[in-house]
C-alpha cells in the first residue's frame, strides 16, 4: 500500500471492503503511484438478512441502518468506527467510497463513490 509521511495529510483516502469490488480501484492507485491512506472495514460474515440478527453479534458491533430490517456486523471496533467516519463522509456508505482533497488549507473535499468516476479521477 503506498502512503504519504505521517506529518502530511494524504491527498486521495480510499475507504475499502474486501468483499464490496473496491480492490480495483487499489489496482488503479498503486498502478499509476498515487499516494493514499487506505481505510479498511471488516464486516463479519454471518450477517443474515432474513432473521435480521447475527450468531456473533453484540451491542457494540452490530448496527441497523435500514430501520431495523438488518444487522451490520464488524469484526472489530475499529471496523465499527471507520464504517461511522465513512458515513460521515458518504452517508450512502457506498464502497468504494474515495475522498479527494486539494490539500489546501480549507480547501476543496470530493467525495467519489462510482467506480467509474474513481478511476477517471486526476
Known amino acids: 500500500m503506498s502512503s504519504t509521511s505521517p506529518s502530511t495529510s494524504p491527498k486521495y483516502t480510499l475507504y475499502h471492503a474486501s468483499s464490496m469490488s473496491s480492490t480495483y480501484i487499489i489496482a488503479l492507485l498503486e498502478l499509476f503511484s498515487v499516494?493514499?491512506?487506505?481505510?479498511?472495514?471488516?464486516?463479519?460474515?454471518?450477517?443474515?438478512?432474513?432473521?435480521?440478527?447475527?450468531?456473533?453479534?453484540?451491542?457494540?458491533?452490530?448496527?441497523?441502518?435500514?430501520?431495523?430490517a438488518g444487522k451490520i456486523v464488524f469484526k472489530t471496533q475499529k471496523a465499527d468506527e471507520l464504517y461511522a467516519e465513512l458515513r460521515s463522509v458518504n452517508p450512502l456508505a457506498q464502497f468504494p467510497t474515495l475522498v479527494v482533497e486539494d490539500g489546501k488549507e480549507g480547501g476543496k473535499r470530493f467525495v467519489l463513490s462510482e467506480m467509474a468516476a474513481i478511476a477517471f479521477c486526476k
Not at 491512506?37 to 435500514?66: G, H, R, T, Y
Open 35 to 68: 499516494p493514499y491512506a487506505l481505510k479498511m472495514i471488516e464486516f463479519a460474515c454471518d450477517f443474515d438478512p432474513e432473521s435480521s440478527v447475527s450468531a456473533s453479534s453484540n451491542a457494540a458491533n452490530s448496527k441497523s441502518d435500514s430501520g431495523g
